[in-house]
């Protein structure tokens, strides 16, 4: 099985343009374009949850998660690590 595990951003699931109605295509959007998974799983920060959720809607083909993780900080990798290490815990349990 493909998975694609990834955290959202702020041009997920389209960046803004400088052009009224141009959107660009987002990162994880431009990226099951060029190549297609099985499984999608989206981490969702507290910031980043609205734009979560309009990705996973964005994206057809193939399962997609989206799991929240508590993370302030979302450059603090410490952090990161613990709290996927958390979600994959809580999937085995």
Do not use: Q
Request: charged residues 25%.
């Amino acid at each position: 099985m493909d998975m694609l595990p990834t955290f959202t951003g702020f041009n997920d699931p389209y960046g803004k343009a400088t052009v009224a109605g141009n959107e660009r295509v987002g990162p994880v959007l431009s990226l099951l374009s060029l190549r297609k998974f099985d499984l999608v799983v989206l981490f969702a920060t507290p910031r980043m949850a609205s734009l979560t959720e309009e990705t996973a809607k964005a994206i057809s083909g193939g399962e997609v998660i989206v799991r929240s993780v508590h993370l302030p900080d979302p450059t603090d990798y410490l952090a990161i690590l613990g709290e996927l290490r958390r979600d994959k815990r809580r999937d085995s349990g």
